[in-house]
C-alpha cells in the first residue's frame, strides 16, 4: 500500500531492494489514504482490507490527512484495529551518521489500538471531551509483548511509562498489570518512569534504556522524539504487530511537496522492510539488509536530507550493490 505523497515512491524502492534479495515475493497492490478517497469515497476501500487479510504481511507507504473533511477517517488507525495490530514497535540505533550519538540501541513498544486515539470525542456547550479508553486486556497484551520481545533479544530491562501519578485509574491499572506480568520474567529487570521524566532521560540518557513499554499517545510521542536522537524521521522505522499479521511502514509522513521529484530517503522504508522479513522468519537476509544499508551510509553514498548527493533511486542502487 504505498498510499499518498512520497509513500508510493519509497515503497517502490522497497519492492526492488527485496527483489533484490532473490526472495519469492508476489507483490499485490492495494489502495489507501486520500487518494482512495478521491476515487472511492472511502480512504480504506473494502477491497483492501480483504486483500490485507489474505497476505502474508503488509508493506504500507505514508498517508495525506486531509483537514476538515466530512466522513474522512485515518485510514491506518482504522486498519490496525480492524486487524488487531495491537503492537506498535520502533527500534531506534545508532547509524554512522556524522555528529550523531552513538552507543543507542532501544526499543519502544506502544499499544496501538486504544488510548485518546480511539475517537471518542463530543462537543459540550463549554467546549470538547475526549474519552481515554484503557482496557486489561490492551494493558495485558501490549505488556506481555513487551517482555516476550525483550526476552527474544535478550535484552535485560523494560522500562514502563506512565503518568500514574495524575491519571490514577488509567495509567494506575496499566501500572499495576506491568508489576503483575513482570514477576512472571525474573531474568529481566522491570522499572516505572513517568512519561515526562522520561522525555527528559531519553535525552540525557539514551544509553540507560533497552526495551520501553507504554500507552498509546505517549508512545506516539516519545517514539518521534527518539527518532530525533537517531537521524530523524526520515530513518524511523515501525511495525505493527498482531497475533497473525504484521503491517510494516516508515514513521514519515507522506511530505506532498517532495513527491515525484526522486529525492526523499526510502531508508526509513528498507529498515522497515527488514522488520517485515524477520516477522516472515527471514532473519538472515534482514541482517544482511541491514549491513549493506550501513555500509552504504559508511561510504557517504547517502540522500540529501542526510548530507548526500543521491536521489532516492541512486541510493537504493547502492545499498543492491552492498547487498
Same mark, same amino acid.
Given at each position: 500500500?504505498?498510499? /499518498? %505523497?512520497?509513500?508510493?515512491?519509497?515503497?517502490?524502492?522497497?519492492?526492488?531492494?527485496?527483489?533484490?534479495? %532473490?526472495?519469492?515475493?508476489?507483490?499485490?497492490?492495494?489502495?489507501?489514504?486520500?487518494?482512495?478517497?478521491?476515487?472511492?469515497?472511502?480512504?480504506?476501500?473494502?477491497?483492501?482490507?480483504?486483500?490485507?487479510?489474505?497476505?502474508?504481511?503488509?508493506?504500507?507507504?505514508?498517508?495525506?490527512?486531509?483537514?476538515?473533511?466530512?466522513?474522512?477517517?485515518?485510514?491506518?488507525? &482504522?486498519?490496525?484495529?480492524?486487524?488487531?495490530?495491537?503492537?506498535?514497535?520502533?527500534?531506534?540505533?545508532?547509524?554512522?551518521?556524522? /555528529?550523531?550519538?552513538?552507543?543507542?540501541?532501544?526499543?519502544?513498544? &506502544?499499544?496501538?489500538? !486504544?488510548?485518546?486515539?480511539?475517537?471518542?470525542?463530543?462537543?459540550?456547550?463549554?467546549?470538547?471531551?475526549?474519552? &481515554?479508553?484503557?482496557?486489561?486486556?490492551?494493558?495485558?497484551?501490549?505488556?506481555?509483548?513487551?517482555?516476550?520481545?525483550?526476552?527474544?533479544?535478550? &535484552?535485560?530491562?523494560?522500562?514502563?511509562?506512565?503518568?500514574?501519578?495524575?491519571?490514577?485509574?488509567?495509567?494506575?491499572? $496499566?501500572?499495576?498489570?506491568?508489576?503483575?506480568?513482570?514477576?512472571?520474567?525474573?531474568?529481566?529487570?522491570?522499572?516505572?518512569?513517568?512519561?515526562?521524566?522520561?522525555?527528559?532521560?531519553?535525552?540525557?540518557?539514551?544509553?540507560?534504556?533497552?526495551?520501553?513499554?507504554?500507552?498509546?499517545? $505517549? %508512545?506516539?510521542?516519545?517514539?518521534?522524539?527518539?527518532?530525533?536522537?537517531?537521524?530523524?524521521? %526520515?530513518?524511523?522505522?515501525?511495525?505493527?504487530?498482531? #497475533?497473525?499479521?504484521?503491517?510494516?511502514?516508515?514513521?514519515?509522513?507522506?511530505?506532498?511537496?517532495?513527491?515525484?521529484?526522486?529525492?526523499? #530517503?526510502?531508508?526509513?522504508?528498507?529498515?522497515?522492510?527488514?522488520?517485515?522479513?524477520?516477522?516472515?522468519? !527471514? /532473519?538472515?537476509?534482514?541482517?544482511?539488509?541491514?549491513?549493506?544499508?550501513?555500509?552504504?551510509?559508511?561510504?557517504?553514498?547517502?540522500?540529501?536530507?542526510?548530507?548526500?548527493?543521491?536521489?532516492?533511486?541512486?541510493?537504493?542502487?547502492?545499498?543492491?550493490?552492498?547487498?
Amino acid at each position: 500500500m504505498g498510499g /499518498d %505523497g512520497i509513500g508510493p515512491e519509497v515503497t517502490a524502492q522497497s519492492m526492488k531492494l527485496l527483489e533484490a534479495t %532473490g526472495i519469492g515475493f508476489d507483490f499485490i497492490k492495494a489502495e489507501i489514504g486520500f487518494e482512495a478517497y478521491k476515487k472511492y469515497g472511502t480512504p480504506l476501500p473494502e477491497k483492501t482490507i480483504k486483500i490485507c487479510k489474505k497476505s502474508d504481511a503488509i508493506l504500507f507507504g505514508a498517508i495525506t490527512t486531509p483537514p476538515n473533511i466530512k466522513g474522512y477517517f485515518s485510514p491506518i488507525v &482504522r486498519l490496525r484495529k480492524v486487524l488487531d495490530l495491537y503492537a506498535n514497535v520502533r527500534p531506534f540505533k545508532s547509524l554512522p551518521i556524522p /555528529d550523531q550519538k552513538q552507543g543507542i540501541d532501544f526499543i519502544i513498544v &506502544r499499544e496501538n489500538t !486504544e488510548d485518546l486515539y480511539v475517537g471518542q470525542e463530543q462537543l459540550t456547550k463549554e467546549g470538547a471531551i475526549a474519552e &481515554r479508553v484503557i482496557t486489561k486486556k490492551g494493558c495485558e497484551k501490549i505488556i506481555k509483548f513487551a517482555f516476550e520481545l525483550a526476552k527474544k533479544q535478550s &535484552r535485560k530491562k523494560v522500562t514502563v511509562v506512565h503518568k500514574a501519578n495524575i491519571l490514577r485509574i488509567t495509567d494506575g491499572l $496499566f501500572l499495576d498489570i506491568a508489576k503483575k506480568i513482570s514477576q512472571s520474567y525474573r531474568e529481566i529487570i522491570m522499572e516505572d518512569m513517568l512519561v515526562d521524566s522520561c522525555a527528559m532521560q531519553l535525552v540525557k540518557k539514551t544509553e540507560d534504556f533497552d526495551v520501553i513499554v507504554t500507552t498509546n499517545m $505517549f %508512545g506516539d510521542i516519545l517514539s518521534d522524539e527518539a527518532a530525533g536522537l537517531t537521524g530523524g524521521l %526520515g530513518v524511523a522505522a515501525s511495525s505493527n504487530i498482531g #497475533n497473525s499479521q504484521g503491517l510494516f511502514e516508515p514513521v514519515h509522513g507522506s511530505a506532498p511537496k517532495y513527491a515525484g521529484k526522486n529525492i526523499a #530517503n526510502p531508508m526509513a522504508s528498507f529498515l522497515s522492510s527488514t522488520m517485515m522479513l524477520e516477522f516472515l522468519s !527471514e /532473519d538472515k537476509m534482514a541482517q544482511k539488509m541491514r549491513k549493506s544499508i550501513t555500509k552504504t551510509i559508511k561510504l557517504g553514498l547517502t540522500t540529501k536530507d542526510l548530507g548526500g548527493r543521491l536521489k532516492s533511486s541512486e541510493f537504493t542502487d547502492e545499498v543492491i550493490k552492498n547487498l
